[in-house]
């Protein structure tokens, strides 16, 4: 039986006449961790909506494991700030959770000590936490985090990722994960795909990082920073199209774009 438990093939997305994502082609297998990064408008959140169903591709098709079962941890908390909630009680608004559930969950992520606390009264690292702990409770096959270490200091980014890794090793789920951060993600991530509407590059970290290629598309500097710069060596116009078209990405290694 095959281990992948979502996959993607060619899959393409219009909205208003223009191309938001073109020929995405990827796959999370059981225990893998994929990381999507790119710029801003690169596609990210709308590859994310159409993992989830919330969105549908206009081509390509989406294989999700029969029964899969997918946990999402979104950007944010939204809390309205004057609803009196406490942390467990915000777990519990999620259908057929237990407290018992909620507490244990609570724990796996290291949190359990805020169980009582006002959901407003947590920091963004704690608010990360939480929503990881909610994503658990569905008893997830794929984790899906859309920027799960936004708003959390460098530090805190760490313990999150190697949350995440353990989580993965505990659980054997698949993760996708969106970030901006390629220094800190490339020491926690088995795949990497660089996205900026279509897909620019992709395959294993070691792979991707010893490649020229990889060097040219990020550059040194933004390693050493841990901070996401995009640098390609072909062009987008101001529509994102590339202007250089000998790009193509046959088998999801790193590409040159030549
Ligand atoms: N419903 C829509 N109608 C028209 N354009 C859209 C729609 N949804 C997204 N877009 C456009 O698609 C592009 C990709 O947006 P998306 O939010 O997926 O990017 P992203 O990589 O998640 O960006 P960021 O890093 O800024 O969150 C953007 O240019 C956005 O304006």
Same mark, same amino acid.
């Given at each position: 039986m095959s281990d992948s438990l979502l996959s993607l093939s060619n899959v393409a997305l219009q909205r208003h006449g223009n191309? @938001?994502?073109?020929?995405i082609s990827l796959q999370v297998r059981r225990g893998e961790i994929v990381t999507l990064i790119g710029p801003n408008g690169a596609g990210k959140t709308s590859l994310v909506r159409i993992v989830l169903g919330l969105l549908k591709a206009d081509s390509g098709a989406v294989h999700r494991q029969p029964r899969l079962r997918i946990g999402y941890m979104p950007q944010k908390l939204q809390v309205d700030a004057t609803l009196p909630l406490s942390v467990l009680r915000f777990l519990l608004l999620? $259908?057929?959770?237990?407290r018992p559930a909620a507490l244990q969950a609570l724990e796996e992520v290291g949190a359990?000590?805020?169980?009582?606390?006002?959901?407003?009264?947590? /920091?963004g690292g704690e608010q990360q936490r939480i929503l990881l702990a909610r994503a658990l409770l569905r008893q997830p096959d794929l984790l899906v985090l859309d920027e $799960?270490?936004?708003?959390?200091?460098v530090n805190g980014q760490i313990e999150l990722y190697q949350l995440i890794t353990r989580l993965r090793d505990r659980y054997g789920c698949g993760v996708l994960m969106v970030s901006h951060d390629l220094h800190l993600v490339m020491a926690t991530t088995n795949t990497v795909v660089c996205l900026?509407?279509?897909?620019?590059c992709s395959g294993r970290p070691e792979q991707v990082s010893a490649d020229p290629a990889f060097v040219a598309l990020f550059g040194k500097q933004a390693s050493a920073l841990a901070i996401y710069n995009h640098q390609h060596d072909h062009s987008h116009d101001?529509?994102?199209?590339? @202007?250089?078209? /000998?790009h193509h990405h046959p088998d999801g290694s790193a590409c040159n774009h030549a």
């Open positions: 191309t @938001i994502l073109e020929d999620a $259908p057929g959770v237990k359990a000590h805020l169980a009582q606390r006002p959901l407003q009264q947590v /920091s $799960p270490v936004q708003g959390v200091d900026n509407r279509h897909i620019c101001m529509h994102g199209e590339v @202007i250089d078209t /000998s």
